[in-house]
């Protein structure tokens, strides 16, 4: 019970007042999509500019961690597509976008303050190596499959700049790219500019976290709650277990594995709606698991973090 009210119930709490106050009409819609453009294309971005330029890419760029965690997200994805496909027989472009809400666990807005939260910012290094490459990752698997099958036979000479247009024009990438930059190329950065990147990132989770509470009223569960549940229940559970067993297997240490597991133990994030949208291809399915499986994560985080406490 500790877990769940010192470490669990902020964060979500935060997210409630974003839904209450949209819900009471307190904030309106407009208001919700600046707060969220804000986040993603600029207080994130520099977030993730400034852990990545300043980690010890050698320390934590494990690649028992990175393959652990990848291994489970993969995992995740080939299990939602095939469920969606042969078990609840929806068309192969739906079952990309469905598997996707499988990959894309809420490794920032949720996977970020939780860990923090329950084992001090020390811990989150882990964290940002796993989150330096989820999205180029996800999204590379995301699309390539997509337009594999989207294709249906034709070329696929212009499936690589495709690709790279899609990647390269999302904000969370180019925060990491530079910090990659900056971090690889030894580039000193101005006290003034660090200093002015502090003020922007004090702001990035908690108004994140804000805006994904008001984000999420919008999302209603509506039908195909077998489908919903099953690919959340792949997201809540198969995820990190998988993650727990190869992390197990790999050797990781403690604080390498308690991130690798709590990172996929998250809700799917709201980049799955994102990806469902720009195919136009089970939105509501992936719009509903984000809510209700944001829901559900308050109990099965705080039964992953009772796990870890004792692993």
């Not at 990190?240 to 790999?250: C, Y």
Request: hydrophobic share 55%.
């Amino acid at each position: 019970m500790a877990l769940l009210l010192t470490v669990i119930v902020p964060v979500f709490l935060v997210i409630g007042f974003g839904y209450l106050a949209v819900w009471r009409g307190w904030f309106n819609d407009a208001g919700v999509d600046g707060l969220i453009k804000f986040t993603q294309t600029f207080a994130i971005p520099c977030l993730l500019f400034k852990a990545i330029s300043t980690l010890d890419l050698g320390q934590e760029f494990d690649l028992a961690l990175l393959g652990s965690f990848y291994f489970g997200a993969v995992s995740g994805f080939v299990a939602g597509l095939l469920l969606a496909r042969y078990v609840f027989s929806r068309p192969w472009d739906d079952a990309v976008a469905i598997g996707f809400v499988g990959l894309f666990s809420n490794s920032l807005l949720l996977g970020l303050p939780i860990t923090e939260r329950a084992y001090g910012t020390d811990a989150l290094d882990a964290n940002y190596a796993i989150i330096s490459v989820h999205a180029p990752l996800c999204y590379l698997i995301g699309i390539t499959a997509m337009e594999v099958v989207r294709n249906k036979g034709g070329s696929l000479s212009a499936l690589p700049g495709k690709i790279a247009n899609a990647m390269f024009h999302n904000a969370l990438v180019v925060g990491i790219s530079l910090g990659f930059v900056v971090n690889l190329g030894g580039i000193p950065m101005p006290g003034v500019f660090t200093d002015a990147l502090d003020l922007i990132t004090r702001a990035a989770l908690p108004a994140a976290l804000f805006g994904l509470g008001g984000v999420l009223y919008r999302y209603r569960p509506e039908g195909d709650m077998k489908t919903i549940l099953a690919i959340v229940t792949v997201s809540l559970v198969l995820h990190p277990l998988i993650v727990w067993v190869t992390g197990r297997m790999a050797g990781l240490s403690e604080e390498a594995f308690r991130s690798a597991v709590l990172t996929a133990a998250m809700a799917p994030g709201v980049n799955a709606y994102v990806f469902s949208n720009m195919y136009g291809k089970a939105r509501r399915v992936a719009a509903s698991a984000v809510l209700i499986g944001t829901g559900l994560s308050i109990f099965t985080i705080w039964i992953w973090l009772a796990l870890l406490g004792t692993a």
